[in-house]
């Protein structure tokens, strides 16, 4: 699987959106990017995830560059609660076929009043 | 619907007891992956499961760390023997069987938390 390359912090102002980007330049045509939140001392919270079109769902809005080599995360108006630890990975879903998730050390995200 | 259930939250053990962490998937998924989380640093991948078959054991240590998932009842990962070092946040995660484009959506409980005196 392709590696990934976060900031490994951010902030952001509560109520303001967050964008929250990752570089995976050597993504290959048949990986999808996931993003999943860890909020402190929780389990991982899948977000969202795409292959070549932006996605939105009720958490978040995924962007995905043209050559797919980075994406966006946005958070469109942050709350407290969505101060986090945010992964972005890059995974091959060959066939169905299930399988572990590599995570790497992630975007901690503070949101601040 | 209840989600991924794991017990205990919070374990305690001396050096060279046994711990068993147990894991309940979400109903109707037949896969499950535990991983590994050391205090202060990101989560590692440890073992994929599916029903009575070890898929992925490629990030466990080769020795005193188990994990079955029976045809019966929740999964289990065990350590004999711990050490200090094994003390951490144990996470387990299920997905059910999918089309490629939901492959990866997984489904994780609380966690245990092991600390080894």
């Known amino acids: 699987d392709a590696k990934t390359t976060q900031p490994p912090s951010m902030d952001c102002a509560e109520g303001r959106a967050a964008n929250l980007p990752c570089n995976h330049s050597?993504?290959?045509?048949?990986?999808?990017v996931y993003w999943y939140r860890q909020i402190h001392s929780q389990g991982p919270q899948y977000i969202i995830h795409?292959?070549?079109n932006n996605e939105t769902n009720e958490m978040a809005s995924l962007i995905i560059t043209e050559d797919r080599k980075s994406s966006t995360l946005i958070l469109p108006h942050a709350t407290l609660r969505d101060t986090a630890v945010y992964y972005c990975?890059?995974?091959?879903?060959?066939?169905?076929?299930?399988?572990?998730?590599?995570f790497g050390k992630g975007t901690k995200l503070s949101v601040k009043p | 619907n209840a989600g991924v259930m794991q017990n205990p939250r919070h374990l305690v053990r001396r050096r060279g007891q046994e711990a068993r962490l147990r894991c309940s998937p979400m109903k109707g998924h037949s896969h499950v992956y535990w991983y590994r989380q050391l205090p202060e640093e990101g989560l590692k991948f440890m073992v994929y499961?599916?029903?009575?078959?070890?898929?992925?054991e490629s990030g466990m240590p080769k020795e005193r760390f188990s994990a079955e998932f029976p045809k019966e009842g929740p999964s289990i990962l065990r350590i004999q023997q711990v050490v200090r070092g094994d003390s951490a946040a144990y996470f387990c995660a299920s997905s059910e069987m999918r089309g490629p484009s939901r492959a990866g959506e997984l489904f994780f409980g609380e966690g245990s938390r092991l600390t080894v005196l």
């Open positions: 050597t993504i290959s045509g048949n990986e999808y």
């Open positions: 499961l599916q029903k009575e078959n070890i898929i992925d």
């Open positions: 795409g292959l070549k």
């Open positions: 990975i890059v995974r091959a879903n060959y066939g169905g076929s299930q399988g572990n998730l590599i």
